[in-house]
């Protein structure tokens, strides 16, 4: 009855007052009267007017902005991904699809879309998007460096570090000598000209330069602390230099610049002494998500933008201010991890491709049309890897370093990536740099930030140790080593139950290595060690309980599934556990097969549906990280389909084929260490027609008669299903019941998959 007077009183209310809308038009269609109201003498052509209305609207300023920032996001985002499959830092890729969408490919080879796309006058609009993307951040760049560690360790890292700015900019600046009659503008003079090159050959990329040092793990070596060091001093000192190379071109002359340069103290001592002590006290009362509110949110950012908008009046321009405000920041790592994240997302993901596609818009790679101009391109590479590389690596070398750790520092403080291009840009907009230049040095930033991951790849074959590494050293143990690999801490302590399972009663003739690797895009080098704890410490804390010693194992990855599967070929290990959630199969047939309803979507999943070459029900249900591990794992692995595993009394396992046979192994390790009751389904008389399998379960049943139990029956009772804690089955025998369809699925408990490799 309820439903039906709703409906009454919806009905009643939109005619009701629809007639009353009606009513007032007409009674004002009388002031229509004596007014000059153009009226079409003809019906007009109702396609075309809504053709001319459509292209109207998306030639207006605003739809054409939205259509670009997809467009760009969507490039960078591919490159960025392709750069990350062969082992190069997002950077590169998002480098190359700034110049891929401008005038160097897209202009040249598709005009029409480039005007259509990025028409002239819109790109004032993607200009100013793209600072507000760069001052965010700046904010960011600024509030990862770690002021404490540059306290600690400054002596060798100043060193270091200066060197590695005061020889590639003097290899500059002499460079420029030859450069400038030919390539600087008519009204610039030759010192704004060279110390623009200069400081351009000069800076290092300390962002990229961070995510490689925590992607190969040495974050907590020697080597990495030190290059963090140089690299952060470098970033504080080279910013610096820039401030008062800009105060300098824009005021025209040295005596000019010094007025700058004395607000830009003052400025600076104001930051440090006055707004930095109140910064703190307002981190340290809102470190936490709860306290952390939007009104002390807007205090932040109200700072960030004041200091921008402070340097950039003063004549220092405004992303050193962004820095600034970043460096400031209260030094707790839980505080700026929280306001990371909220400004992260939104400026390295969304506003900062603009910043790489606007680069892009301004080079111009055609401009170098002849081999004479690849020869300069070629000399302005080979200067600035001498200078940045040669000077790090000799510096490095001086202050005590061995050769490899010296040359390892050399590779990773040449690594240029977005800090040149921000650099190259203010050098364009102040018209010190010519458009030639400018796609010179382009391309200079492109292959130094390229080539430090090969650089370090090289040096560490020509300078490898003898000595066994920790993996290595692993290998050589005559234990049976388990690794289990986990992304969710919770899901680890699952997964540790189970290799506790298997190995609890060896008496020390077993060994469980746990590791997380996390995405280095989400990693931040000065909260390394608090992150690492907070992901251990529900395994540390289950590891207790169980009376279980574990190795614990750490790193950022960019390649998860290749390095999981790197760590367990190289260390050897008996067995490989992995977790899946349900998010695996969440949204698809075989998730509500399985019981799991909430959706997500896999591109590649949707690509082969469509395709025609993946159906829903594809031989291994897994998402590609997975199916990756699988493939090119060499020791057996086993994954988990958690159903909130809590203890490990009854297990069952279905056999299907004769090559199930392995699974008895397994069985006898939950049987002899956690003394599992287990029940076996001959579904297809594998057991009777298969001597090996037959002999396997005599063999359990002779030492452990009391925990084993077989049943023929091809049809399986869910509540027997539900008694069980755990369901072992091969990864073979799990393609086959997802193909089948199996009804039961639904009612599994959870579920370790294994392969049967030797």
């Given at each position: 009855?309820?439903k039906?007077?709703n409906l009454?009183f919806?009905i009643s209310?939109i005619a009701?007052f629809?007639a009353l809308i009606?009513?007032?038009?007409?009674?004002?269609s009388?002031?229509?009267e004596?007014?000059?109201i153009?009226l079409?003498?003809?019906e007009p052509d109702?396609w075309?007017?809504?053709?001319?209305?459509l292209a109207?609207?998306?030639q207006?300023?605003?739809?054409?902005?939205l259509?670009?920032?997809?467009?760009?996001i969507?490039?960078a985002?591919?490159f960025?991904?392709?750069?990350n499959?062969i082992?190069?830092?997002?950077?590169?890729?998002e480098?190359i699809?700034g110049?891929?969408?401008?005038?160097s490919?897209?202009?040249?080879?598709?005009?029409d879309?480039?005007?259509v796309?990025?028409?002239m006058e819109?790109l004032?609009?993607l200009?100013?998007?793209?600072?507000?993307?760069?001052i965010?951040?700046?904010?960011?760049?600024g509030?990862?460096?770690?002021?404490?560690?540059?306290?600690?360790k400054?002596?060798d890292?100043?060193?270091?570090?200066?060197?590695?700015?005061?020889?590639?900019f003097?290899l500059?600046?002499?460079?420029?000598?030859f450069l400038?009659?030919?390539f600087a503008?008519d009204n610039?003079?030759?010192?704004?000209?060279g110390?623009?090159i200069g400081i351009?050959?000069s800076v290092?990329?300390?962002?990229?330069?961070?995510r490689i040092v925590q992607e190969?793990?040495?974050?907590?070596s020697?080597?990495?602390?030190i290059?963090i060091?140089?690299?952060?001093?470098?970033d504080i000192?080279?910013?610096c230099i820039?401030a008062?190379?800009?105060a300098?071109?824009k005021a025209?002359?040295?005596v000019?610049?010094l007025?700058v340069?004395v607000?830009?103290?003052?400025y600076?001592?104001?930051?440090?002494?006055?707004v930095?002590?109140?910064?703190?006290?307002?981190?340290d009362l809102?470190?936490?998500?709860?306290?952390?509110?939007?009104p002390i949110v807007?205090?932040?950012?109200?700072?960030l933008i004041l200091?921008?908008?402070a340097t950039?009046v003063i004549g220092i321009?405004?992303?050193?201010?962004a820095?600034?405000?970043?460096a400031?920041?209260?030094?707790?790592?839980?505080?700026?991890?929280?306001?990371?994240?909220?400004v992260?997302?939104?400026g390295?993901?969304l506003?900062?491709p603009?910043?790489?596609?606007f680069?892009?818009?301004r080079?111009?790679?055609g401009?170098?049309?002849?081999?004479?101009l690849?020869k300069i391109?070629g000399l302005i590479?080979?200067v600035?890897?001498v200078?940045?590389?040669?000077?790090?690596?000799?510096?490095?070398?001086f202050?005590?370093q061995n050769?490899k750790?010296s040359?390892?520092?050399?590779a990773?403080?040449?690594t240029r990536g977005?800090?040149?291009?921000?650099?190259?840009?203010i050098?364009?907009?102040?018209g010190?740099?010519s458009?030639e230049?400018?796609?010179?040095?382009?391309i200079?930033?492109?292959?130094t930030t390229?080539?430090?991951g090969p650089a370090m790849?090289?040096?560490n074959?020509?300078?490898?140790?003898k000595?066994e590494n920790?993996l290595?050293?692993?290998s050589?143990?005559?234990?049976?080593?388990?690794?289990?690999s986990?992304?969710n801490?919770?899901?680890?302590r699952?997964?540790?139950?189970l290799?506790?399972?298997?190995?609890?009663t060896?008496?020390?003739?077993?060994?469980?290595?746990?590791m997380?690797?996390?995405p280095?895009?989400?990693?931040?080098h000065?909260n390394?060690?608090?992150?690492e704890?907070e992901?251990?410490?529900p395994?540390?804390?289950?590891?207790?309980n169980?009376?279980q010693?574990?190795t614990t194992?750490f790193k950022?990855?960019?390649?998860?599934?290749?390095?999981?599967?790197?760590?367990a070929n190289?260390?050897e290990y008996?067995?490989?556990?992995?977790?899946v959630g349900?998010s695996?199969?969440e949204?698809?047939?075989l998730?509500r097969v399985?019981g799991?309803?909430t959706?997500i979507i896999?591109?590649?999943?949707?690509?082969?549906q469509?395709?025609g070459?993946?159906?829903?029900?594809e031989n291994?249900p897994?998402?590609?990280g997975?199916?990756l591990?699988l493939s090119?794992?060499?020791?057996?692995?086993?994954v988990?389909?958690?159903k909130e595993?809590e203890?490990?009394?009854?297990?069952f396992?279905?056999i299907?084929?004769?090559?199930?046979?392995?699974?008895?192994n397994?069985?006898q390790k939950f049987?002899n260490?956690s003394?599992s009751?287990?029940?076996?389904?001959?579904v297809?008389n594998?057991?009777?027609?298969n001597a090996?399998?037959k002999?396997s379960?005599?063999?359990?049943e002779?030492?452990?008669?009391?925990h084993?139990?077989?049943i023929?029956d091809?049809?399986i009772d869910?509540?027997l299903?539900?008694?069980?804690?755990?369901?072992?089955?091969s990864?073979?025998?799990w393609?086959?019941?997802?193909?089948?369809?199996?009804?039961?699925l639904?009612?599994?408990?959870?579920c370790?998959i294994l392969?049967?490799?030797d």
């Amino acid at each position: 009855m309820k439903k039906f007077k709703n409906l009454i009183f919806y009905i009643s209310t939109i005619a009701g007052f629809s007639a009353l809308i009606y009513w007032i038009i007409v009674l004002g269609s009388k002031f229509n009267e004596g007014r000059n109201i153009a009226l079409f003498e003809t019906e007009p052509d109702s396609w075309n007017q809504f053709i001319d209305s459509l292209a109207h609207n998306l030639q207006h300023p605003l739809a054409l902005l939205l259509a670009q920032i997809v467009t760009i996001i969507l490039v960078a985002r591919l490159f960025g991904w392709v750069c990350n499959k062969i082992g190069q830092p997002t950077v590169i890729g998002e480098m190359i699809a700034g110049i891929m969408l401008g005038p160097s490919f897209l202009g040249m080879h598709f005009p029409d879309v480039s005007a259509v796309l990025f028409p002239m006058e819109s790109l004032g609009n993607l200009q100013f998007l793209s600072q507000i993307g760069l001052i965010l951040f700046m904010f960011i760049v600024g509030m990862e460096l770690d002021l404490k560690i540059l306290r600690n360790k400054a002596h060798d890292a100043v060193v270091i570090s200066h060197a590695s700015i005061i020889f590639p900019f003097a290899l500059g600046m002499g460079m420029s000598y030859f450069l400038f009659e030919r390539f600087a503008p008519d009204n610039i003079e030759f010192s704004s000209f060279g110390l623009f090159i200069g400081i351009a050959m000069s800076v290092t990329a300390f962002p990229v330069l961070a995510r490689i040092v925590q992607e190969r793990g040495i974050q907590r070596s020697r080597l990495g602390t030190i290059v963090i060091t140089c690299a952060a001093a470098d970033d504080i000192t080279a910013w610096c230099i820039l401030a008062a190379v800009i105060a300098i071109v824009k005021a025209g002359s040295f005596v000019s610049s010094l007025y700058v340069i004395v607000l830009a103290v003052i400025y600076v001592i104001f930051m440090i002494k006055a707004v930095r002590p109140f910064l703190k006290r307002i981190g340290d009362l809102h470190s936490t998500k709860g306290s952390l509110s939007k009104p002390i949110v807007a205090i932040f950012f109200i700072v960030l933008i004041l200091s921008s908008y402070a340097t950039e009046v003063i004549g220092i321009h405004a992303l050193f201010g962004a820095f600034m405000a970043g460096a400031i920041m209260p030094e707790s790592a839980k505080f700026r991890n929280l306001f990371i994240e909220k400004v992260e997302d939104v400026g390295m993901v969304l506003l900062l491709p603009l910043f790489f596609v606007f680069t892009g818009l301004r080079t111009q790679i055609g401009l170098l049309n002849d081999i004479e101009l690849w020869k300069i391109t070629g000399l302005i590479i080979v200067v600035a890897v001498v200078g940045k590389f040669v000077g790090s690596a000799l510096a490095a070398k001086f202050v005590g370093q061995n050769w490899k750790d010296s040359l390892s520092i050399g590779a990773l403080m040449n690594t240029r990536g977005l800090m040149e291009l921000v650099v190259l840009n203010i050098g364009y907009d102040l018209g010190v740099l010519s458009p030639e230049i400018f796609a010179m040095m382009v391309i200079m930033a492109l292959v130094t930030t390229f080539m430090t991951g090969p650089a370090m790849d090289f040096i560490n074959w020509a300078f490898k140790s003898k000595s066994e590494n920790a993996l290595q050293e692993v290998s050589e143990i005559s234990k049976y080593k388990i690794l289990i690999s986990f992304g969710n801490p919770e899901r680890g302590r699952s997964l540790l139950k189970l290799a506790d399972g298997m190995i609890r009663t060896l008496n020390g003739n077993a060994s469980i290595t746990a590791m997380h690797l996390s995405p280095t895009d989400d990693l931040h080098h000065y909260n390394m060690d608090e992150y690492e704890k907070e992901s251990f410490e529900p395994i540390i804390e289950e590891s207790n309980n169980l009376d279980q010693e574990i190795t614990t194992l750490f790193k950022g990855s960019n390649d998860i599934g290749g390095d999981i599967v790197e760590v367990a070929n190289k260390g050897e290990y008996d067995l490989l556990l992995i977790g899946v959630g349900h998010s695996i199969f969440e949204g698809s047939l075989l998730g509500r097969v399985l019981g799991f309803t909430t959706k997500i979507i896999n591109p590649k999943n949707i690509l082969g549906q469509v395709t025609g070459r993946q159906n829903i029900f594809e031989n291994s249900p897994f998402d590609e990280g997975t199916e990756l591990i699988l493939s090119k794992s060499k020791v057996p692995v086993g994954v988990l389909i958690d159903k909130e595993l809590e203890k490990l009394d009854r297990i069952f396992i279905p056999i299907l084929s004769k090559e199930d046979v392995f699974l008895m192994n397994f069985a006898q390790k939950f049987i002899n260490n956690s003394s599992s009751q287990i029940t076996i389904l001959d579904v297809a008389n594998q057991i009777k027609t298969n001597a090996e399998i037959k002999e396997s379960i005599r063999a359990i049943e002779h030492t452990a008669p009391n925990h084993i139990s077989l049943i023929h029956d091809k049809t399986i009772d869910k509540e027997l299903l539900k008694k069980n804690d755990l369901m072992l089955v091969s990864l073979e025998t799990w393609k086959k019941l997802v193909e089948s369809k199996s009804l039961w699925l639904s009612d599994i408990p959870s579920c370790l998959i294994l392969t049967g490799k030797d």
